[in-house]
C-alpha cells in the first residue's frame, strides 16, 4: 500500500507540474483499484491541497489572480458543501461536462474559442461540486483556464492556485461529513510527501523541456485525463 501511495503521488506531482492538470486524477483512479473511490477521495484530498500551494508557489510569478478569484469564489463553497453530502454524480452530466470543457480548451487553442467573464463563477461552482464527489475536477479546470488564454507556466500556477480552493473546501466538507477520519491520516501523510517529491521532480524536467513540447505535453494531458476519467466513470 505504500509503495502504491509514493508511487501515484510522484507520477501526480510530475504530471500536474508538466501539465498542469492529469496527475491527480490518474492517482484517482489507480488508488480507487486499491481502496475504493470513496477513500481515494477522501485520502488524496490533504496531499492534493498541500501539493497546490507548494506547486503555486513555485510558479507564484505566473498566477493569474483575476482569473483565480473569480473561479475560487464559487468553487470553495460549492466543493464543501457537496464533500459534506459526499454524493455521486450521475454519469451522463460527468460524460457531458467533460466532452463540453475539453471541447472549450481544444476551441480556444485552434479556432480562439474564449469562455466569457460572466461564465467563469458559475463554471468554479460545478467544477468544485464535481471534483468534490466525483474527482478529476482537473479535467473541467484546466480547459476552462485554458479557454480563458491561459498556457505554460501562468496554466500551471493558476490551475494550483485555484484547485487549492477545491481542495481546501472539500477537506472541510469530508471532515464534516465524517468521511475523513484518523485511519486514513497515515496515507494522506504517505501521500503528501510524495506529491510534493513529484512536484519538485516535474519542476526540475520543465526547464529541460521546449515551450513547443510542453504545449503538447499540457493539450495531450487534457485529453488522455479526459478519455480516463469518461472511461472510469461509475
Known amino acids: 500500500m505504500t509503495t502504491i501511495l509514493l508511487l501515484s503521488g ?17 492517482a484517482l483512479l489507480l488508488l480507487s483499484l486499491v481502496v475504493g473511490p ?32 473569480r473561479l475560487a469564489v464559487t468553487m470553495l463553497p460549492a466543493s464543501l458543501l457537496m464533500g459534506t453530502m459526499m454524493l455521486s454524480v450521475p454519469t451522463v452530466i460527468l460524460r457531458v461536462l467533460l466532452l463540453v470543457a475539453t471541447a472549450f480548451a481544444l476551441g480556444r487553442k485552434l479556432l480562439k474559442v474564449h469562455i466569457p467573464r460572466a461564465a467563469w463563477m458559475p463554471a468554479g461552482a460545478v467544477i468544485g461540486a464535481f471534483g468534490a464527489t466525483s474527482g478529476g475536477a482537473g479535467v473541467l479546470l484546466t480547459p476552462v483556464l485554458v479557454s480563458a488564454g491561459l498556457s505554460g507556466e501562468a496554466l500551471v500556477g493558476s490551475t494550483a492556485a485555484t484547485a487549492l480552493a477545491l481542495n481546501s473546501g472539500r477537506l472541510i466538507g469530508y471532515t464534516i461529513g465524517g468521511s475523513f477520519t484518523t485511519r486514513l491520516l497515515g496515507a494522506s501523510a504517505v501521500m503528501t510527501v510524495a506529491l510534493i517529491a513529484g512536484n519538485l521532480l516535474g519542476h526540475r524536467v520543465r526547464k529541460l523541456m521546449t515551450e513547443h513540447s510542453l504545449h503538447r505535453i499540457e493539450l495531450g494531458t487534457m485529453v488522455l485525463a479526459t478519455l480516463a476519467c469518461v472511461a472510469g466513470a461509475r
Open 10 to 26: 510522484l507520477m501526480a506531482g510530475v504530471i500536474s507540474t508538466l501539465a498542469g492538470q492529469g496527475g491527480g486524477l490518474m
Open 38 to 69: 470513496r477513500d481515494a477521495l477522501v485520502l488524496t484530498a490533504p496531499g492534493l491541497a498541500l501539493a497546490n500551494v507548494h506547486r503555486a508557489w513555485l510558479f507564484r510569478h505566473a498566477v493569474a489572480l483575476p482569473i483565480v478569484k
